[in-house]
């Protein structure tokens, strides 16, 4: 007994921690309880607030009550497979509160299970990442903006990275293709279009790359008939084109070429406004397009240069590069804005002019064209701001954000948060290597996983790593991987959350439930050991102490004499010999509820029958059982948990139940054993019993826990209960 007490104290004890750690659990998180249905038993203030649910609202409700829509089925299966099969699942899930607002929580959801693995409950701790979610969709939404401002522009637009590859094409240029894109990016130029090969287009192309000077092609495109105007922008990752049709204005030139001879340099030179100046007489000559970049009637003729002087806003740019040209015979290649003499808005103009000699190597002119750039400066202006933007919103970012190359793991950039969890600066982080971050035992993984995300399609993956601190602190990280576009490269852009107190704090939950069952089971074991040994003193000593009072009360009665003024005595022994009669039935009753000798004398199948029968004889209910086996040969743990859960569903019966109809089923193979236990009496609703945490079902459901096995309860109003036991045999 002493035993007992100190175990109790010890159950006392470790429930008492646990309810503590529960606490400081609800004070942390957000933290919903259901059971292995998925029905909410218990639920938090934070979690109320959050849903705008009330408590009454939620308990005894399937937390199906909180799908949003935002998850597919797969999404849903996936976690309830991880929890059922006992582990734990993370993972970030939209959720719709009371009138219909949505929030989003990470959420780690616990799978609390018996000994043979399988749950009987799930507690979700929460965490409310609205704000951190919102925040993401700006950040993935700004790599997204870039495209967006390119695919707005009319006018074709491609990209080409250094090994002649296509990196990018926008709506306009793929509307000229008849293959998908995906059948484009990743090919070569010369590969999609073998008929350039030898042409203007190929010189080109090759002279931009080769000297990384900007420049403007225009040529009839042979296999389309039409004629294009391509610029080629250079940079050290590869070649920008931004593509015209300028089939109308190139037919408008060959009408004009046919009746004016002058447009004919302007055709060689291929650019879109012509001028010249005669240096002899300083006259300046510019044709239609010149005329109308710089606003005045759009038809060709002279200009003073006092007249273009006053358009040009960037006056000693132009002044500068038109003296080196003609002094020093540098080339004149220039950008700058003007005031269109119309009123028009500032434009932004590139010029390009060359001087023409006569046969003596003497400068008689210069010839040049002009091309209205604007639009492209618009477009290098709203790139800016977005890089910009992009550059803020990535360095002060809650999130941890890690860019790393998936073909060698290399760190490209990370933000302020991971410099200051991880403890490098950020000169030291970009000479790193995802692997220098990873605990030695976990580095095959993280190349595995590399490999996957390079061949395969999926652009999102979201994981739980182990990561190392410059200090070689240990941490858990949850992190969500997302494949981006990044300096024409294909990388990934990892958001990351450390979660380790989190990690330590599941585990020590975990571990004080296990103590807590362990104890319980103990406990158990205890309690039916001094019930066998109270049992055998009642009926051993008590018993045999009665029969020898019977008997000395009997030998009494022999003695007395047939005489009328002993009747009285003998009467009084007649009596006492009746209720030592009844004290021994007493004896014998209460010796075999607390250990039924029947049980451990022939087994457990006829000591359920036996408690069968004693139920129906003592309470009027009819209780019929039937079994495929007679006998049964079960550790005495089992057969004893068994027999208590048998008699406590007996037990509520009675009390509750008011059935005249008891069946008893037991069902056995060489893997599991069976009992059911169906009446015919009120039921009652199961998830208000549920909510409620009964101790006799409770006990019942520990009881088939610890014995490795499953407890079910079947039950609705007017319909009956059935209660089943199901028990792995091994």
């Not at 029905?39 to 949003?68: A, H, P, R, W, Y």
């Not at 704000?131 to 967006?148: A, D, G």
């Amino acid at each position: 007994m002493e035993n007992l007490k100190d175990d109790s104290e010890t159950l006392r004890q470790s429930q008492k921690e646990t309810r503590d750690l529960k606490s400081a659990l609800e004070l942390s998180f957000i933290s919903v309880t259901t059971d292995a249905e998925g029905i909410i038993t218990t639920v938090n203030d934070k979690f109320c607030s959050l849903s705008k649910f009330k408590k009454e609202e939620l308990l005894g409700k399937n937390i199906q009550l909180m799908n949003s829509g935002f998850h597919d089925e797969a999404f849903f299966a996936d976690l309830w497979k991880t929890i059922k099969n006992g582990k734990t699942w993370n993972g970030e899930i939209k959720n719709k509160a009371k009138y219909g607002s949505t929030f989003w929580v990470d959420a780690t959801i616990l799978s609390f299970t018996n000994d043979d693995r399988k749950p009987y409950q799930y507690i979700a701790l929460l965490k409310d990442i609205s704000e951190r979610k919102n925040e993401e969709e700006k950040l993935i939404q700004l790599f997204r903006n870039k495209e967006s401002a390119l695919n707005r522009i009319t006018d074709g637009i491609f990209i080409l990275d250094n090994e002649w590859r296509y990196t990018f094409m926008n709506e306009a240029a793929q509307a000229a293709y008849p293959v998908k894109i995906t059948k484009i990016i990743g090919k070569t130029i010369w590969e999609i279009h073998p008929e350039i090969i030898g042409t203007l287009f190929e010189s080109k192309y090759r002279e931009a790359m080769l000297t990384r000077k900007a420049l403007t092609i225009e040529d009839v495109y042979e296999l389309q008939n039409k004629w294009y105007s391509i610029n080629i922008y250079p940079s050290k990752d590869g070649l920008a084109f931004l593509i015209k049709n300028i089939d109308e204005r190139k037919n408008a030139e060959q009408k004009l070429i046919l009746s004016e001879n002058r447009l004919l340099k302007a055709q060689e030179i291929g650019k879109l406004g012509y001028w010249q100046q005669d240096l002899r007489s300083d006259t300046i000559w510019a044709s239609k397009e010149a005329m109308r970049i710089y606003g005045f009637k759009a038809i060709a003729g002279e200009l003073s240069r006092e007249a273009i002087g006053n358009c040009v806003i960037e006056k000693e740019l132009v002044a500068q590069a038109r003296e080196d040209l003609l002094q020093h015979n540098k080339k004149y290649n220039i950008e700058f804005r003007i005031h269109p003499a119309d009123g028009a808005t500032i434009k932004h103009i590139s010029a390009i002019a060359e001087l023409e000699y006569d046969k003596n190597g003497s400068p008689i002119k210069v010839v040049g064209t002009l091309q209205d750039i604007t639009e492209r400066k618009k477009i290098e202006q709203e790139l800016s701001i977005s890089e910009e933007k992009y550059k803020y919103l990535f360095d002060n970012n809650p999130a941890i954000i890690i860019i790393w190359e998936l073909e060698n793991l290399k760190i490209i950039e990370v933000n302020n948060q991971a410099i200051e969890l991880y403890g490098y600066s950020h000169e030291e982080f970009v000479r790193l290597t995802l692997l220098e971050i990873r605990p030695e035992a976990d580095r095959d993984k993280i190349k595995k996983f590399s490999e996957e995300m390079l061949h395969s399609n999926v652009s999102k993956i979201r994981r739980t790593w182990r990561h190392k601190k410059k200090n070689g602190e240990l941490m858990h990280m949850d992190i969500t991987s997302h494949k981006i576009e990044f300096n024409n490269k294909t990388r990934i852009l990892s958001l990351a959350k450390d979660i380790t107190e989190q990690v330590n704090t599941e585990n020590e939950l975990k571990e004080k439930y296990d103590d807590i069952r362990r104890l319980n089971a103990h406990l158990q074991t205890i309690r039916e050991e001094e019930r066998t040994a109270v049992a055998r003193e009642i009926h051993d000593e008590l018993g045999q102490q009665l029969t020898g009072l019977k008997m000395d009360a009997s030998w009494l009665l022999k003695r007395i004499t047939p005489d009328i003024t002993e009747n009285a005595k003998k009467e009084k022994l007649l009596e006492m010999i009746s209720l030592i009669d009844e004290t021994v039935k007493t004896v014998r009753r209460i010796s075999t509820n607390l250990r039924p000798a029947i049980l451990d004398d022939f087994g457990l199948i006829p000591a359920l029958e036996w408690q069968c029968s004693e139920f129906e004889k003592r309470n009027g209910i009819t209780n019929k059982i039937t079994s495929n086996v007679s006998d049964l040969s079960l550790n005495k743990n089992a057969s004893i948990g068994i027999f208590r859960i048998y008699q406590e569903s007996l037990t509520n019966i009675l009390r509750h139940a008011q059935a005249s109809l008891v069946n008893t089923t037991i069902k056995c193979n060489q893997h599991k054993l069976v009992l059911s236990i169906k009446d015919n009496g009120i039921g009652f609703d199961t998830s208000l019993v549920k909510a409620k945490r009964t101790l006799g079902l409770e006990g019942m459901r520990e009881r088939a826990i610890e014995l490795g096995g499953l407890l079910t309860i079947e039950s609705a109003k007017g319909k009956g209960t059935k209660l089943t036991v199901e028990l792995p045999l091994i």
